[in-house]
T-cell receptor, first 117, second 111 residues
Framework: DARVTQTPRHKVTEMGQEVTMRCQPI?????VFWYRQTMMQGLELLAY????????DSGMPKDRFSAEMPDATLATLKIQPSEPRDSAVYFC???????????????FGPGTRLTVL | GESVGLHLPTLSVQEGDNSIINCAYS??????FIWYKQESGKGPQFIID?????DKRQGQRVTVLLNKTVKHLSLQIAATQPGDSAVYFC??????????FGSGTRLLVRP
């Protein structure tokens, strides 16, 4: 059963510290998305990649957030320095997009719950 | 502007009854829609999708209806079960393949 995996599942850190979240997309998927979920804002798209190339990171605070795909099996989202307002659940999703006649569905990982004190 | 919204934040139904969750969208360029189910502590889980050239699609116990004239879609769950309790999101995608999510509807199933 292919799944998107994310590590860590939970992270508590202090303001100013660097946070790195990792995602392993489903094997064969060519597109990876990073989302942030909060009660106030819901699910927000931060950035996404196709074939490891960044396509859009307009949803991401540029001064402190960075997203990369070192290889096809790993996507990272880094926050430096972290702030209390970054506290949220961060989801990675992957998909085979465009899917042609099949769905362009994104499949989500379990998320990383980040708390910045 | 682009937005996908939901009419009701919480829906409470009796076990065994049918549930209908509604969603409105504003982006005319949306050409596919996806319904996700999110249980507490988990990521959104794909339920069913529909392309804009369709008006109905059925899955196992679920049906999605799309009305492009009024920019509305709904998710119908037949014979709702306790395991269906979750937050349901609709999301719309266009040629950019980015999804815009609605705010979610919490479904509560009463025993």
């Amino acid at each position: 059963d292919a799944r998107v995996t994310q590590t860590p599942r939970h992270k508590v850190t202090e303001m100013g510290q660097e946070v790195t979240m990792r995602c392993q997309p489903i094997l064969g998927h060519n597109t990876v998305f990073w989302y942030r979920q909060t009660m106030m804002q819901g699910l927000e798209l931060l950035a996404y990649f196709r074939n490891r190339a960044p396509l859009d990171d307009s949803g991401m605070p540029k001064d402190r957030f960075s997203a990369e795909m070192p290889d096809a099996t790993l996507a990272t989202l880094k926050i430096q320095p972290s702030e209390p307002r970054d506290s949220a659940v961060y989801f990675c999703a992957s998909g085979l997009i465009p899917g042609g006649s099949s769905s362009d569905t994104q499949y989500f990982g379990p998320g990383t719950r980040l708390t910045v004190l | 502007g682009e937005s996908v919204g939901l009419h009701l934040p919480t829906l409470s139904v009796q076990e065994g009854d049918n549930s209908i969750i509604n969603c409105a969208y504003s982006n005319s360029a949306s050409d596919y829609f996806i319904w996700y189910k999110q249980e507490s502590g988990k990521g959104p889980q794909f339920i069913i999708d529909i392309r804009s050239n369709m008006d109905k699609r059925q899955g196992q116990r679920v049906t999605v209806l799309l009305n492009k004239t009024v920019k509305h879609l709904s998710l119908q769950i037949a014979a709702t079960q306790p395991g269906d309790s979750a937050v349901y999101f609709c999301a719309g995608g266009d040629s950019s393949y980015k999804l815009i999510f609605g705010s979610g509807t919490r479904l509560l199933v009463r025993p």
